[in-house]
């Protein structure tokens, strides 16, 4: 962790503290939406005081601590407090990054909490049984989610590729996902959850599920193709 995660929020709070959840919300691209984040933990049931986000930022390569406003994550939380994610590829998609934040935020006594499968990490149990396998699940979710950026890279790729040969082609109807749902999906598909279940938690239907699940390089080819027939769109409007 850098020096900027280090600070004075770690002393304990005081007895008038009140305790407080805050979402951290993080997009890489102009297709994913904070508000979409936000709406969903508030229809999983969760009272949120406050959104803190950054946009535009890589998980992959940007730190938590040395965001725009993740930083501010060390400032804000106090002991009790909560901290709510969509899943935690949202705090980052480095291993080493993602457990070691993990482990700060609960050596300060911070509650984190995933808005997907309700997951739930603090540092309060003293048992050694329950500490191994809680530490064993943040090993294994944060390996999961570097493992799922490797996989949506090499994607991307083959969408791009696939969408660049078939340029000559009418670009179709507007995709019926989003970006954001797009890589949500992918990543409950990777840890094997039903296509029901998905379209239910995601908010797509169970066919287009199914559609992304059977060809996941297409589905991001069909993205890229729409979001470059808007960018010659409107190239030729501004001309």
């Not at 590829?89 to 480095?94: V, Y």
């Not at 990777?190 to 169970?206: C, H, K």
Request: hydrophobic share 40%.
């Amino acid at each position: 962790m850098t020096s900027k995660a280090t600070s004075s929020a770690s002393s304990p709070a005081t007895s008038n503290h009140q305790t407080k959840t805050i979402l951290y919300a993080r997009v890489s691209t102009t297709e994913q939406t904070i508000g979409h984040q936000e709406a969903q933990a508030r229809a999983a049931g969760f009272n949120i005081d406050l959104v803190v986000s950054d946009a535009g930022v890589s998980g992959v390569a940007v730190p938590l601590a040395e965001r725009p406003q993740g930083k501010r994550l060390f400032d804000l939380l106090r002991r009790g407090d909560t901290l709510l994610v969509r899943w935690v590829d949202r705090l980052g998609r480095n291993y080493q990054d993602v457990t070691d934040t993990i482990r700060e935020f609960m050596r300060r006594g911070v509650i984190i909490k995933t808005v997907i499968n309700g997951l739930t990490f603090d540092g309060a149990t003293t048992d050694a049984m329950s500490e191994a396998v809680r530490d064993a699940l943040i090993g294994f979710m944060a390996a999961m989610a570097q493992a799922q950026a490797e996989a949506t890279r090499e994607a991307q790729r083959a969408g791009i590729e696939h969408a660049k040969a078939d340029q000559a082609k009418y670009r179709g109807r507007k995709p019926s996902f989003t970006r954001d749902q797009l890589e949500a999906t992918e990543c409950l598909l990777a840890r094997e959850m039903g296509a029901s279940a998905i379209a239910r938690e995601i908010g797509l239907s169970r066919a287009t599920v199914i559609r992304i699940k059977s060809d996941l390089p297409a589905a991001y080819a069909t993205l890229e193709r729409w979001s470059a027939g808007q960018g010659r769109m409107a190239t030729q409007v501004g001309s």
